[in-house]
């Protein structure tokens, strides 16, 4: 897979993702009109009035989670930045870590013949024409195969570290997501708290329908971030798995190679 069409689909997603996110604040107005006649049974027809962006954003994404994040309040914003960081982080994590899984065995098994045939040159270009990381550090090994076993395994190792940070590469996006999404929703709790106690203190009773839109906004908000940080974690424990798994076929790979090496010097 490109690059380009990589770049092409990352922004496809967030702009859609977006553009939804600024239509829900659009007009909360008519949001709140649409959730009044829904709650007494009345159809709610699509006018021009609604606008565009509105009405594009509620055909994407349904009408509900658009009123829910109006009726959230601010809080939601960082919320949908989260959003939007974590789900380009998880699509390029996706296509990264998928194009750098290979058939270790068929691999290494044609690098092994052509090693035991003493063809060093065909085995260099058969790293340079595989992709992922085990061919990257084999390739970087045999080109030092000249000097000697040490000079392979000391370049496969330094291969291996920079190799290692690419991989790791992603997982500080998707672990900010996972902890600040619940955190901006407790935030989001306490402020709807505020609001509601605020509403009783002025209107000096307490009355379910006084506290209500605060109550709310705190539910919304406390819903929203643990929706983002729990698929999240999901995708997080995915790729660590994955990572883990590539860096077993660069540990095996190496060896292999290694050993090889060590029995056509003999």
């Known amino acids: 897979m490109s690059k380009g069409f990589m770049r092409i689909l990352l922004i496809a997603m967030l702009s859609i993702t977006f553009i939804a996110a600024l239509s ?21 027809v699509e006018t021009e009035e609604m606008g565009g962006l509105e009405m594009f954003a509620r055909r994407i994404v349904g009408s509900g989670l658009v009123d829910l994040f109006v009726q959230g ?13 974590g789900l380009a982080t998880i699509i390029w994590k996706i296509i990264s870590l998928s194009y750098a899984r290979i058939n270790v065995n068929d691999f290494m098994e044609k690098l092994t013949d052509l090693l035991k045939q003493n063809k060093i040159d065909e ?9 992922g990381p085990v061919a990257t550090i084999l390739h970087r090994g045999l080109l030092k195969a000249d000097q000697g076993v040490e000079a392979v395994e000391k370049e496969i190792e330094n291969a291996g570290t920079m190799e290692m940070a690419f991989l790791e590469k992603g ?11 619940p955190m901006f929703g407790f935030f989001g709790t306490i402020v709807g708290m505020i609001a509601a106690f605020d509403a009783i203190a ?17 539910l919304v908000t406390t819903a929203a971030g643990l929706a983002v940080a729990i698929p ?17 076929d660069m540990q095996k790979g190496s060896e292999r190679l290694i050993e090889v090496l060590m029995e056509n010097n003999k």
């Open 24 to 44: 829900a604040q659009e007009m909360p107005e008519q949001a709140e009109e649409m959730a009044a006649a829904q709650e007494e049974g009345v159809e709610f």
């Open 73 to 85: 309040g601010f809080v939601m914003w960082p919320i949908l930045l989260l959003v939007i960081w």
């Open 123 to 131: 085995a260099v270009k058969l790293c340079e024409n595989t992709r």
């Open 171 to 181: 997982f500080i996006p998707l672990s900010t997501t996972i902890n600040l999404a």
């Open 202 to 218: 002025r209107a000096g009773e307490v009355d379910p329908t006084i506290v209500a839109s605060g109550i709310k906004i705190a």
């Open 232 to 248: 999240v974690q999901f995708f997080n424990n995915i790729f660590l798995g994955m990572v883990d798994s590539l860096v077993m």
